[in-house]
């Protein structure tokens, strides 16, 4: 019976010496996942570098559900813009409705 109560005692102070290094996770950066991309293609039909946007006449995208359709969106970084001539076709990544990348097609 006192080797049964040893053992106890001896698992409770394991079990709180462990939960102890675990209950603070405040040191430790939470990584949210990064949102899908979707790839679409499209012809420049404006850009406004100040407002930091860039009007597509873009193919349908299928990931999306989007028909093709000529629509502004917004640019994740205003460098983007410089990639984009009007007139010019090109390839584009969007997370939501934000272009987040531009390359030539």
Known sequence: MKTLALSFVAALAITS???????????????????????????????????????????????????AMTMPFKVSDKALVEKAAVGSKIRFQLSGQTIVGVRAF
């Open 17 to 67: 010496a462990a939960s102890a290094q675990h209950t603070d996770h405040s040191g430790h950066a939470v990584q949210a996942a990064a949102p899908p991309t979707v790839e679409g293609v499209g012809v420049v039909k404006a850009v406004n570098a100040k407002a930091g946007t860039i009007t597509l006449a873009h193919d349908p995208i299928k990931a999306l559900n989007w028909p």
